[in-house]
């Protein structure tokens, strides 16, 4: 049974670094084909990509966000972090990680995302 | 980048009817880019649809996909009082997964 779950701050404060942990079972990051990728979704709106990692540590960044963003795994842990530097209001979110399907085109297996708020 | 616009924002049907959902990409793909995603309030989204047309795992028959190139369809072919949701469709493109703006489906 694949399961993920999010964690990190409810809030911080603009210009803050935000970091994020993804902690999955029911798969290894170590297995070849494998890929976790870091999605956020603003109050009301549309779905975002933000990154992606794969089990030979291939990193991929949305490029309006690249500057800012680090994605790590660490596979003893079961652990996908996400960092985001110089937070920004219009950077809250629910941030949600998913796994990535066999032909890594599409996500399917989502954890159930962290509300992340940006305010002073 | 690709750009994908979803039609219409929303449809309101009643139980038993069909749906037919849309979503037009800014530039052609192949079909095996393409997914279908369902999300509920306050939960995270479902994957439906790969491929364009294949189901996910326990995803109930009702549900279909087609479409090839730019455009693309999801088909609720009977609605049912738990479809009530926002459907995102999704494509993958030069190494950047791009979402659309979501269709909201109110059951009447």
């Known amino acids: 049974q694949v399961t993920l779950r999010e964690s990190g701050p409810a809030l911080v404060k603009p210009t803050q670094t935000l970091t994020l942990t993804c902690t999955f079972s029911g798969f290894s990051l170590s297995t070849s084909g494998m890929c976790v990728s870091w999605i956020r979704q603003p109050p009301g709106k549309a779905l975002e990509w933000l990154a992606r990692i794969d089990w030979d540590d291939d990193k991929y960044y949305s490029r309006s966000l690249k500057t800012r963003l680090t994605i790590s795994k660490d596979t003893s842990k079961n652990q996908v972090v996400l960092t985001m530097t110089n937070m920004d209001p219009v950077d809250t979110a629910t941030y949600y990680c998913?796994?990535?399907?066999?032909?890594?085109?599409?996500?399917?297996?989502w954890g159930q995302g962290t509300l992340v708020t940006v305010s002073s | 980048e690709i750009v994908l616009t979803q039609s219409p924002g929303t449809l309101s049907l009643s139980p038993g009817e069909r749906a037919t959902l849309s979503c037009r990409a800014s530039?052609?793909?192949?079909?095996?880019?393409l997914a279908w995603y369902q999300q509920k309030p306050g939960q995270a989204p479902r994957l439906l649809i790969y491929g364009a047309s294949s189901r996910a795992t326990g995803i109930p028959d009702r549900f279909s996909g087609s479409g090839s190139g730019t455009d693309f369809t999801l088909t609720i072919s009977r609605l049912e009082p738990e479809d009530s949701a926002v459907y995102y469709c999704q494509q993958y493109g030069s190494s950047s997964w791009t979402f659309g703006q979501g269709t909201k489906v109110e059951i009447k």
């Open positions: 998913a796994r990535m399907g066999a032909t890594r085109y599409y996500f399917d297996y």
């Open positions: 530039q052609s793909a192949s079909s095996s880019y």
